[in-house]
């Protein structure tokens, strides 16, 4: 071979613009390798978990039972322990022992209501929780009987069930204790703690 020719392949090797050419045509090949992914992939996995709008219908209602109880767990739960409070702040009150009893009746009544308070505070993001989740089992039910007419219409007609309770001021009316309790609680302990700080400073003054 002469000093002056080159090989075709040396050719391409010095050519940058053919090394270009072949990198975008290798990475058309490797693009046009990947498969598409199905368009249909969310319908296909929702018709799995869910054969019929009665099942999907079944299941929300299903969790709706399932909260509500939780729900009514932790309202109870809270009730009870506010009661044993409102029961220790009374005798603490009651205490008239001649010695510490103005003592006793300054800091234990105050520090009941501090803990009352933050009882109502601890329960509320709980309980708060619970009502959100109902809330949006509520509304995903809400749209499956606006989406399927004819299931709609049928559950309207059904005896046990109606658009009449399951719409949303009906069970918000019903979660409206639940929710109103610890702030109900807040305030009334507020109320007390400040009352017995009153009450024994004003009788210390006195005497």
Known sequence: ???????????????????????????????????????????VSDSLMFGTPKERLDF????????TNLMADRTNAYLAA???????????????NPDWGDMFTLVVPTLLALLGI????????????????????????EQLLQSEPKFGHAYDESPLFSEHESSKERYLKSLRFSLRSPWMFTIFWAGLGAFSVWLQLSSSAKV
């Open 1 to 43: 071979m002469r000093d002056g020719a080159c090989s075709p392949l040396q050719g391409a090797v010095l050519d940058p613009d053919h090394r270009r050419t072949s990198n975008l045509e290798l990475s058309r090949i490797i693009i046009s390798a990947d498969p598409e992914p199905p368009a249909e992939s969310s319908e």
């Open 60 to 67: 929300y209602r299903r969790e709706i039972q399932y909260e």
């Open 82 to 96: 506010q009661s044993f409070l409102v029961i220790a702040y009374a005798s603490s009150m009651a205490n008239a």
């Open 118 to 141: 933050v009882s109502s505070l601890n329960a509320w993001p709980g309980i708060r929780a619970s009502a959100a989740i109902i809330s949006h089992w509520h509304f995903k039910q």
